[in-house]
């Protein structure tokens, strides 16, 4: 039988594995999940200090695994069961925006007309573990900006227009199997469908 080891990502169990000693790697992960608790509000704020002192001071991984005790694994805390909001908006003659800590439906609709529309995805939760956004822009302009923790696709086609941004994901560490999954589908006529990515 292979020796059975603690994955400080997923919240497993400890097994024969919990006195190996921990990587600079995994011990960033779980410091990732303790202020990404903290942003939800899961973890108070004034448990913050004592809870990163107890990670970097984690030499195996059974100490690593206490310390990130009670925490939503990787992704978990980005898609949530609360109620989205519409999922359609419209800019004609005008703008659009949705920003701040608002839930994403599974599927959206962004229509520019002669105006323009931004999306702004880096503090959103997200109703489904996938989100389709259809943005479509006629003589206008859509702005879509995207957590670097997600996995992007963008699908589009631009005529007398731009189309096109970022699309796989985060360079700065593993998203995980369970971070959220944004499809941009996107049609520009004489206008502009962009994506940027942005820290979150």
Known sequence: ????????????????????????????RVVERVRDAV????????ELDGRLDRIYAARTRGELRAAGSGLPGPGDARVVDGAPGSGFALGVFGGFR???????????????????GRLDLTEARFAAPETVIRAVALWGGTEI?????????????????????REGRARRGPAGPAAPRVVVKGLALFGAVVTKSRRR
């Open 98 to 116: 949705r920003d701040g800590g608002w839930v994403v439906p599974p599927r959206f609709t962004a229509w520019s007309m002669w105006g323009g």
């Open 1 to 28: 039988m292979g020796e059975r080891t603690y994955d400080a990502d997923r919240g497993g169990q400890a097994g024969p594995g919990h006195d190996v000693l921990v990587s600079d790697e995994e011990r960033e």
């Open 39 to 46: 942003a939800d509000g899961r973890l108070p704020l004034d």
């Open 145 to 165: 900006v995207v957590p670097d923790d997600i996995d992007l696709q963008v699908r589009g086609f631009g005529l007398f227009g731009v189309f096109g941004g």
